[in-house]
T-cell receptor, first 113, second 113 residues
């Protein structure tokens, strides 16, 4: 089955700096790579996703890159703000009748004002 | 107009008891999921149902029994609760198999004493 590794497990940055979180996956058939943000005591919420026919996607201060050959994808957050502090999860999945997401173990991002 | 809802939000019970968690989605989605998030924040899929049919069962002890009375509801019944069952349980839903975004419920924090 799919295995997703996520690094680092914790990340502390100063407000205004950039943050990068990296994930690798094992199943070359995976074709969907979402990133979820989970604030303390809240539900995971999708912030951006990328599909395997695209190499990069941006949404304001957030960008995701995908390298299918190397089987890794990354989340980039620029101009970080204190409200970006949360746990971020990467995941990998593939479509089909038994579609499921396999999640990385999460990165606790702390943005210091 | 909550998209995915769960009840109860908190559940505190004694070892050996039987308990149920309910999930409802009003998004018209055809697939629903149960995830377990342990104390280390690791999110792991337990079950998925598509149109009331069990699709994924991820080596979960048979003390856990999901039931889907209709497409909009997926309940989780747990027999003979153990200390290790303490976790946050999230319900999620999605539509189609392209693969699609998963929408999470608010979670149920289960504490077994």
């Amino acid at each position: 089955g799919e295995n997703v590794e996520q690094h680092p497990s914790t990340l502390s940055v100063q407000e205004g700096d950039s943050a990068v979180i990296k994930c690798t996956y094992s199943d070359s058939a995976s074709n969907y790579f979402p990133w979820y943000k989970q604030e303390l005591g809240k539900r995971p919420q999708l912030i951006i996703d990328i599909r395997s026919n695209v190499g990069e996607k941006k949404d304001q201060r957030i960008a995701v890159t995908l390298n299918k050959t190397a089987k890794h994808f990354s989340l980039h957050i620029t101009e970080t703000q204190p409200e970006d502090s949360a746990v971020y999860f990467c995941a990998a999945g593939r479509g089909g009748s038994n579609y499921k997401l396999t999640f990385g173990k999460g990165t606790l991002l702390t943005v210091n004002p | 107009d909550t998209a995915v809802s769960q009840t109860p939000k908190y559940l505190v019970t004694q070892m050996g008891n039987d308990k149920s968690i309910k999930c409802e989605q009003n998004l018209g989605h055809d697939t629903m999921y149960w995830y377990k998030q342990d104390s280390k924040k690791f999110l792991k899929i337990m079950f998925s149902y598509n149109n009331k049919e069990l699709i994924i069962n991820e080596t979960v002890p048979n003390r856990f029994s999901p039931k889907s009375p209709d497409k909009a509801h997926l309940n989780l019944h747990i027999n003979s609760l153990e200390l290790g069952d303490s976790a946050v349980y999230f319900c999620a839903s999605s539509q189609g198999s392209t693969p699609p975004e998963q929408f999470f419920g608010p979670g149920t924090r289960l504490t077994v004493l």
